[in-house]
Structure formats: structure tokens, C-alpha cells
């Protein structure tokens, strides 16, 4: 009841997992989001930036906002938002996957400003779901978009 509360007032997003029928590997437990990273950090005691940046909680503060202003963008052009997770039994684990007209987008959020293949490892996990899978996106610190490889980009956090 309060969850539903929280996010009908706009303060949270339920996030659910991507899974189709024909795989029983997938963990289908929603995850939770702030739509408003500074009260989450308020409500984390994470207040200043200096602990934002080498606290604990940095990594899953960047991929918060990165997911808030996704979602917003989606909101301001009136747009339904079709985003899900992807984690499977051995936990590998795609922050975001946005699914548009049949094909899948992945979208992973890293806390570095050198992106490597190594960080999209869980990509190609998205073939066994027997869907399209577009061009995926790292998004991260690096100050340009540069291709990893050709099917991935590096897109920088303040582009969003």
C-alpha cells in the first residue's frame, strides 16, 4: 500500500524485469527507484558531494538519476516508457532495457570514464530472449560518444 502511495505521488518507479515465456532464468523481482536523487540522498544520509562521489552509494545514486531523467524524457514528449531491468539465475545484469517497436535496447550505467567490452558482457545475454536487440548504450563519465564496438555506444552521462 505505502509503495503504491509513494509512486502514485511521483516520489518512486517500480521498475519491473524483462523476461519472455521461453526462459525460466530470469529473477523476476522489480526494482525500486527515487525519481528524486536528492532526497534519496537526503534519506541515505549521503549529503554532501564529496560522499556522493566516494560513498558506497555512488554507483546506485548515478544509475538512479540516470533512470529518472530517462523515464522524464519520456514523460515530456508524452511517450509511454516500456524500460525494464535484465538480471538472470547467474546474475548478469543489464540496468536498463528499453524495449520499442519489437527490439531491445540495453543500457548500462558505470561510474568510470573509460568504458570497455568488458562492461557490456551482459548484452549479449539479450539474444537467448529471440528479440531484435538495437544499438545498447554505456553511459557513463567519458566526455564524448564513442562506439565500443558496433553495436554499442559510449554516451556520457550529461548528454541525457
Avoid at 51 to 80: P, Q, R
Avoid at 121 to 139: C, E, H, P, S, W
Amino acid at each position: 500500500m505505502w509503495l503504491s502511495a509513494l509512486e502514485r505521488s511521483g516520489l518512486i518507479k517500480i521498475l519491473e524485469p524483462y523476461y519472455a515465456n521461453i526462459t525460466k532464468r530470469i529473477i523476476k523481482t522489480p526494482k525500486l527507484y527515487f525519481l528524486d536523487t536528492g532526497l534519496c540522498s537526503y534519506l541515505t544520509a549521503w549529503d554532501s558531494p564529496e560522499s556522493l562521489m566516494n560513498g558506497a552509494m555512488n554507483g546506485a545514486i548515478l544509475e538512479t538519476y540516470v533512470f529518472a531523467e530517462i523515464l522524464k524524457s519520456y514523460w515530456h514528449n508524452g511517450d509511454e516508457a516500456n524500460i525494464y531491468f535484465y538480471r538472470d539465475a547467474d546474475q548478469r545484469e543489464i540496468d536498463f532495457v528499453i524495449e520499442k517497436n519489437m527490439t531491445l535496447y540495453p543500457i548500462d550505467v558505470k561510474k568510470t570514464a573509460s568504458p570497455s567490452k568488458s562492461d557490456m558482457r551482459a548484452f549479449k545475454q539479450l539474444k537467448n530472449l529471440n528479440k531484435q536487440v538495437g544499438t545498447g548504450a554505456i553511459i557513463c563519465l567519458y566526455p564524448t560518444i564513442i562506439p565500443i564496438d558496433k553495436n554499442v555506444i559510449s554516451f556520457p552521462i550529461w548528454e541525457i
